[in-house]
């Protein structure tokens, strides 16, 4: 939307949090809860938000970085004092000003867009956003006259008996029109117990000189929530966390038990794809269609392909090609990539590796630090002896080979296309391709060995 700017309130400090963390920085669904404000504002206009920070200012700043204009609030004196902050260095803006805050993670940029729509329609000097709550305790009420124009706002305390039953609250979302704005900022007074400037105030002015003030309703209340303790903020986490899910279902993803799955905001997921109880899917992860998700796995900040099965497993910061299957209980570590139709087993655990096409690593592994080509087959309780203690080396397995079980790789070493490599062997040099190697000491058999001990005894 043209001429908007919009404004987050974010310096607050969250006492109730009992946190050293800045209040917006606490992460619902993985992500802060200012990220979820900041993307809602982006969405409705163009421009940066300008976010006003205050406690732990740099930490928000951090977080956020160039997605943002900031405004320093050094003392926190009050919403209104916040705004004024902004205000004076907006020098001849004209426009509208929308004013959210950064710990209320459920708002919708439908509902901030129905907001503005109808203020630039109606040419409000304000429009709030107000909803319907079964207890309005608290909250300031919506006073409307017979016509159902808003004609002010009753603050909880100040409420009379009648007042007190109206349902429809204002949540402190506004939309102002600027040089109404700045026109009555210069009277807010701090006349209260905290000693603080309040933007509810401004409306309450606007109203006295008769200018025009609308209000939108949110249909879901719940879009105003912004948690204060950490009660509510696992309140918030769990309707986030619907909400995600039901988006995704209604792209064509099963969720066998919602209320054990976990998706952040961030993560993309194929059509048919079936996740199972206990998974956990964080950051900028991927997932193609047709995959099988869980039981118990976490993916974090990956690329999944399609018809991918995998199950009680961890993968972080790794790239899996189509028709691969994963599990149980293997481990993928970062830099780690795994070609199509490969296979990784039960108990294994691969780290800045190599996967090739077709190949399997079906159990009791671990591959670190390897480019492993496509078609080889690696036996239980292979490992590479990647570090020396000092530095990592690499371990090169060409296409075809076949490296028996229980073996250790010592690196650097190249395998070579198609050799075999006996089972039981410390392999310290390259082997060339289509060769057998064998490294193991050469077995001993002594008979009777055990009459002759109990002979001893």
Known sequence: MSNLKVVILAAGKGKRMKSKLPKVLHPVCGVPM????????????????????????????????????????????????????????????????????????????????????????????????????????????????????VIGIVEDGQASSEEKAIKEVNTGIYCFRFSDLSEVLPELRAENVQGEYYLTDVVAILQKRGRKIEAVKAADSREILGPNDRKALTETERLLRQRILMRWMEEGVTFIDPATTYVDPRVKLGADTTVYPGTLLYGETVV?????????????????????????????????????????????????????????????????SHIGKGSKVPHLSYIGDSQVGSGVNIGAGTITCNYDGKAKHPTVIKDGAFIGSNT??????????????????????????????????????????????????
């Open 34 to 149: 200012v990220q979820y404000v900041v993307d809602a504002a982006r969405e409705v206009s163009p421009e940066k938000p300008l976010v006003v920070v205050g406690y732990k200012g740099e930490e928000v700043t951090g977080a956020l970085g160039e997605q943002a204009e900031y405004f320093w609030q050094t003392e926190q004196l009050g919403t209104g004092h916040a705004v004024k902050i902004v205000c004076s260095g907006l020098g001849a803006f004209h426009g509208d000003l929308l004013v959210l805050y950064g710990d209320t993670p459920l708002v919708t940029a439908a509902t901030l867009r129905e907001l503005v729509a109808r203020h630039q329609q109606e040419g409000a000097a304000v429009t709030l956003l107000s909803t319907e709550v079964e207890d309005p305790g608290g909250y300031g009420r919506v006073l409307r006259d017979s016509d159902q124009r």
């Open 288 to 352: 193609g269609e047709n995959c099988r998700l869980g039981p118990y796995t976490q993916i974090t900040g990956s690329r999944i392909g399609n018809n991918c099965r995998i199950f009680f497993s961890v993968l972080d910061a790794v790239e899996i090609g189509d028709d691969v299957n994963i599990g149980p209980y293997a481990n993928l570590r970062p830099g780690t990539v795994v070609e199509a139709q490969a296979k990784v087993g039960d108990f294994v655990e691969l780290k800045n």
């Open 408 to 457: 250790s790789l010592v690196a650097p070493v190249t395998i070579g296309e198609h050799a075999l490599v006996g089972a039981g062997s410390t392999i310290t040099k390259d082997i060339p391709g289509r060769a057998l190697g064998i490294a193991r000491a050469q077995q001993v058999i002594k008979e009777n060995w055990r009459k002759q001990e109990k002979e001893k005894d």
